[in-house]
């Protein structure tokens, strides 16, 4: 199999709302690839389309070769296809470890106490406050805690939609650093940004999208060296 991922030619509406337009992208085995784009370019709703959340009217997902555009939700979560929302959706009334074991229940693991180790040996900062009110916690540790959820279901393939959004520059570092180790481990990744350097840094191939449609794919080094894509980003992509 030569990709995890492959997104051929989708159209997504909200309602009357037509959102993405033929858009088609690619993640290869434990490849981090990003999807940059502006406010309301797409990228949640390209995710919302992987996901099953707002399926694609048109055009094709497939996941690990098989097609997975029209399955519901939960069966392509269990096929191992996972998404760290944006805004970080954890339970704010409950404690660290109860978020835990939710998503625990959530993806069927059998040994929670094996679980939770391996959890804390990634996120050392969730065993100090795993008895805190995950409402409690910083911007930082809240991302922590949404990203060991989705990492529960061992997901060969996990979906960030803007991690580094609302963080300070050191905690968005340490959060580009778990990033880069999850894909060092072998998961394969889909980082939406609108961090360009974060993005530049963590993932190797990148799609730049708006209004719903890929306008420009290629390496770091490209990106960086197409003065095309800055206009789309509003953003300098220069290190
Ligand atoms: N539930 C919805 N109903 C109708 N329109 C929506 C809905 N969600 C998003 N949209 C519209 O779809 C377009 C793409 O939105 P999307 O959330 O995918 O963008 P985004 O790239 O994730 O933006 P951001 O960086 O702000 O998160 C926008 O024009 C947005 O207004
Ligand atoms: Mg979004």
Known sequence: MSTILSIENIDTFYGQSHVLHGLSLEVKPGEIVSLLGRNGSGKTTTMRSVTGMTPPRAGQIFYLGGKISGWPPHQIFRAGAHLVPQGRRIFPQLTVIENLKLAMFQSGVRDERAALQETYKLFSRLEERKNFKAGHLSGGERQMLAIARALLGKPQLILFDEPSEGLAPMVVKEIRDIIVQLGQQGVSILLAEQNVKMALT????????????????GTTAEIEQNEEVESYLGVSTRR
């Open 202 to 217: 963590a993932a190797t191939r990148h799609y730049v999208i708006d209004k719903g449609q890929v306008r420009f794919t």
